[in-house]
């Protein structure tokens, strides 16, 4: 990867932050979270400890089984991905519910939404286009395709760990005595469905342009 290190390490720290801002944000809309976000939810709603830690202690044992499958995918961008989002999602849910007081209804809960859907998309743009580290959650469908020796191909071993969060989400969250609808909705159609392309669109426009750059014939040039 070429170009400014200190640059890239800004621009994964600044994806990290706009990812955890998005995060909140499908939180305060309220019309259902990404796969991984309802599981730590859930969790969260059963346990009571905050949703940022939770994050943080789940994280952390997938980073552990990083550590034994694949740790060339570590990175700076790992650390900071475990870190920064969940509490940094904690911190939107807060500034907006408690310190403006507001709680969003009806075509406002959509405009979340799609501000969440927005941020998430170009949060993980900023943050992976950098190369300095794959999230833990993130790295487990490279995971299931190396030790299967490429029998299960991505976008399946990347829908059998999405598959298992939301099931799981829903399950804890039905135990903690919280409707399905607490954390599985719109949302989480509309994140399953968008991520992928608005991901690839803004590594494309936005991304690649921003860290890497691009002369005018469209290659990529060092800063």
Known sequence: MRGNLWKRILWMVLGNVLLGVGSGCFRIAELGLDAYSCL????????????G?????????????????DIRQIGAGTIVNLIVVGYVSDGTVWLVREGIGYRPEGFTQSLFLVLGLVLIALGIALYTTPEL??????????????RSKGRIKYHYARLIGDATSLVGGITVALIAGQSV??????GTVCSAVLTGF???????????????????NGKKRAD
Not at 181 to 186: K, N, R, S, T, W
Request: net charge positive; proline share 3%.
């Open 181 to 186: 609808f607490h954390v599985a909705g719109i």
């Open 53 to 69: 830690t939770t994050m943080l202690i789940i994280n952390s044992m997938l980073l552990v089984v990083m550590l034994f499958l």
């Open 133 to 146: 580290g794959t999230s833990p959650y993130d790295d487990l469908a490279n995971i299931i395709v190396g």
């Open 198 to 216: 608005l991901v690839s669109y803004a590594k494309k426009y936005v991304a690649i342009p921003l860290i890497l750059g691009r002369k005018k």
């Open 40 to 51: 730590i939810l859930g969790l969260s709603d059963l346990t009571g400890v905050q949703f």
